[in-house]
Nanobody, 123 residues
Framework: QVQLAESGGGLVQAGGSLRLSCAAS????????MAWFRQAPGKEREFVAA??????SLADSVKGRFSISRDNARNTVDLQMNSLKAEDTAVYYC??????????????????WGQGTQVTVSS
């Protein structure tokens, strides 16, 4: 089992930055692949970024603006979001799956989820 808790969401103006953090517990952190997804009202949950043994992956919509990093000593994975746009407004979720199984962009393949944190970008 892996427990995940996100923090760092909030309200920011377009063009601004936010840093989300996800704290993991319950399983050796180095053995899990971590990802960020987001869900806007009325829309499906979509992939944002992921990091695992095979490397990192970013959605095309956030490339050049967002980055993902992890600290195995602190059991955290962060999402740095720069040049935010109104369309980035959503609830952002941290997710995890066992390492060695890749870093898919499909939410159904991640068994562990945090409670989500709201990010609102005002235009």
């Amino acid at each position: 089992q892996v427990q995940l808790a996100e923090s760092g969401g909030g309200l920011v103006q377009a063009g601004g930055s936010l840093r989300l953090s996800c704290a993991a517990s319950g399983r050796s952190f180095s053995n899990v692949a971590m990802a960020w997804f987001r869900q806007a009202p009325g829309k499906e949950r979509e992939f944002v970024a992921a990091m695992g043994w095979s490397g990192t992956s970013l959605a095309d919509s956030v490339k050049g603006r967002f980055s993902i990093s992890r600290d195995n000593a602190r059991n955290t994975v962060d999402l740095q979001m720069n040049s935010l746009k109104a369309e980035d407004t959503a609830v952002y979720y941290c997710a995890a799956r066992a390492s060695g199984l890749g870093i898919p962009q499909v939410p159904q393949l991640y068994p562990y989820w945090g409670q989500g944190t709201q990010v609102t970008v005002s235009s």
